[in-house]
């Protein structure tokens, strides 16, 4: 590992975003952590969507065409739905949102059967720091896998220690998980496949 192993961000705004992280990932020592190949097998599992900004949400109930619509979620994670107004969908799972719109359709639907689908997702949001050939924010489809990662961050430099290289993980969860290169390259245990989270940062050392 090179001295003075540095954290590096493309762009004013990418620089400014990493300049804010310096509690999470950082350049440090390897401190606590869970190699990923002793990690539990819900934790290696896909993460359930969860709604952001700027999705775009479909909703259908079963024999009421005319309570259908098309929204995009606002600035302010909301959605506006016939007869109930304003639904608070930022954040939520489409299962736990479904589950919400129908309970409040019951004032004024029998047994309302809700369909809601995600048609748009926004990307989800990785910081790569350290070592990487590209280190920077970068946006990448939902559960995008690690070979795919570190694909978009162009690999390790010539600097980086193999075998140090770390995802910071905050949900559910806080989590500091460990893996080497060559357990990527070689898809090890299914390493290759690993699915990222949004939020999540990969550091090199």
């Known amino acids: 590992m090179r001295p003075g192993n540095r954290c590096l961000a493309a762009g004013g705004v990418r620089a400014a975003l990493i300049a804010g992280l310096t509690g999470l990932a950082a350049c440090a020592?390897?401190?606590?952590?869970?190699?990923?190949?002793?990690?539990?097998?819900?934790?290696?599992?896909?993460?359930?969507?969860?709604?952001?900004?700027?999705?775009?949400?479909?909703?259908?109930?079963?024999?009421?065409?005319?309570?259908?619509?098309?929204?995009?979620?606002?600035?302010?994670?909301?959605?506006?739905?016939?007869?109930?107004?304003e639904v608070e969908a930022r954040g939520k799972r489409p299962s736990a949102l479904r589950a919400e719109i129908e309970g409040r359709l019951k004032d004024y639907v029998v047994s309302p059967s809700v369909v809601l689908t995600v048609d748009e997702a926004t990307p989800m949001t990785v910081v790569f720091l350290g070592e990487f050939s590209r280190p920077g924010v970068y946006t990448m489809q939902s559960n995008a896998s690690l070979v795919q990662a570190l694909g978009v961050a162009g690999g390790l430099t010539d600097f980086a220690s193999r075998d140090s290289i770390f995802i910071i993980r905050r949900d559910p969860t806080a989590l500091r998980i460990r893996f080497s290169y060559q357990w990527v390259l070689r898809n090890l245990g299914h390493t290759a496949d690993f699915p990222l989270h949004p939020g999540d940062y990969l550091v090199a050392e």
Request: without cysteine; negative net charge; proline residues 9%.
């Open 29 to 85: 020592g390897p401190g606590n952590y869970i190699w990923l190949s002793e990690l539990p097998p819900e934790a290696a599992a896909p993460a359930d969507y969860v709604i952001g900004l700027n999705d775009t949400l479909s909703m259908r109930v079963y024999g009421h065409e005319d309570l259908s619509v098309h929204e995009k979620v606002r600035s302010d994670g909301r959605i506006a739905l016939p007869l109930i107004g």
